[in-house]
Structure formats: structure tokens, C-alpha cells
């Protein structure tokens, strides 16, 4: 009985640390976040911010060439919705 106890003690936190560490990185996955906490890294596109909507689609603003555009993320692809090359979002 005592060895089942020990048991217990040791495996039920490292389970429960590998439950909660699993959610973790779904949340993150899911909102778009890069998983490298190094320094940024100078690419063509950045991804500038996540709007999720519901079960697979999102709203995303990624900037580019040096616009900022706001796109719609789904299973079936990526639509372009607006811009803000005059300044402000506007409907292309």
C-alpha cells in the first residue's frame, strides 16, 4: 500500500504538469503566437495581431512593405479584407 502511495505522490503532479503544459501550448498554437522567445527576427511580414472568431477562422492584421493589412483566416483560405494604406482601414 505504501508503494502504491509513492507512487501516487510522484506520478499524479508530473501528469498534471504535462495536462496543464499540453493546454498551454493548444492556447498558444491556436492564437498565432510565435513559440521562439529569442529577438525579433527582421522578416518581410510580421504578424501584428489575432482576433480568433470561433472554431478554425480568425481575423489577422499583418503588416507588409510597410501597410498594415487586416485579413480573414479560415479552413477554407485567406481573404483580404482592408487596408490602411491612406491612413486608415479602408474596404478595398
Do not use: C
Not at 508530473?14 to 492564437?31: C, D, F, H, P, T
Not at 492584421?61 to 483566416?73: M, N, T
Amino acid at each position: 500500500m505504501l508503494e502504491y502511495i509513492l507512487r501516487l505522490l510522484i506520478l499524479l503532479p508530473i501528469v498534471g504538469g504535462m495536462a496543464w503544459g499540453s493546454v498551454w501550448l493548444w492556447k498558444r498554437v491556436q492564437m498565432g503566437v510565435p513559440l521562439g522567445g529569442g529577438a525579433k527576427q527582421d522578416r518581410p511580414v510580421d504578424l501584428v495581431g489575432v482576433l480568433p472568431l470561433g472554431p478554425g477562422s480568425k481575423l489577422a492584421v499583418v503588416e507588409f512593405a510597410g501597410q498594415q493589412i487586416l485579413i480573414a483566416v479560415s479552413r477554407n483560405g485567406v481573404t483580404r479584407l482592408a487596408d490602411n494604406s491612406q491612413g486608415d482601414f479602408h474596404v478595398d
